[in-house]
């Protein structure tokens, strides 16, 4: 599992707030590029984002979906991205007051990505993950 950590310059429930507008995804999320729906249920288990991956016209529709859930804290999600694979991501938030630091961890769960080798695929995750915690950033940061 790869983790990625950044202070956010917001609240949690700011933070959280992106987190739990689906409609936000491809806003903040590198390689989701459209949503196409949204569970209404979305944050709590079981509800799915239905999303596309990839840039025009080569777009693949997926889904992620909500495992576990507790408001303003953990957000754990099994995101599809075929024919990669699928991955299992976990969002963590830790308030300090106006600050947030945000964590995620993620890796490859099963798929064809999976026989990547591990040194080979955790710097590409950690850079992608890195870029995510900077656009969720600025969206929670500019909701103050």
């Known amino acids: 599992m790869i983790t990625c950590t950044r202070v956010v310059a917001a609240p949690t429930r700011q933070v959280w707030d ?3 507008d689906g409609w936000l995804y491809p806003l903040f999320v590198v390689g989701a590029s459209r949503m196409r729906q949204v569970d209404d ?3 709590a288990p079981g509800s799915k984002l239905h999303h596309s991956v990839g840039a025009w016209p080569a777009l693949l529709d997926d889904v992620t979906e909500v ?3 507790e408001p303003l804290s953990r957000l ?3 995101a599809h991205a075929w024919p990669a694979g699928r991955a299992d991501v976990e969002l963590r938030l830790d308030g300090h ?3 947030t630091e ?3 961890t993620e890796d490859v769960a099963s ?3 999976r026989l990547v080798p591990g040194p080979v695929r955790r710097p590409q995750i950690a850079w992608r993950n890195q870029e995510t915690l900077r656009r969720l950033a600025y ?3 500019g909701r103050g």
């Open 18 to 20: 992106v987190l739990a």
């Open 41 to 43: 249920a979305w944050p």
């Open 67 to 69: 495992v576990e859930s």
């Open 76 to 78: 754990a999600l099994r």
């Open 97 to 99: 007051g106006s600050r």
């Open 102 to 104: 945000v964590s995620i």
């Open 111 to 113: 798929g064809p990505a």
């Open 139 to 141: 969206l929670a940061e």
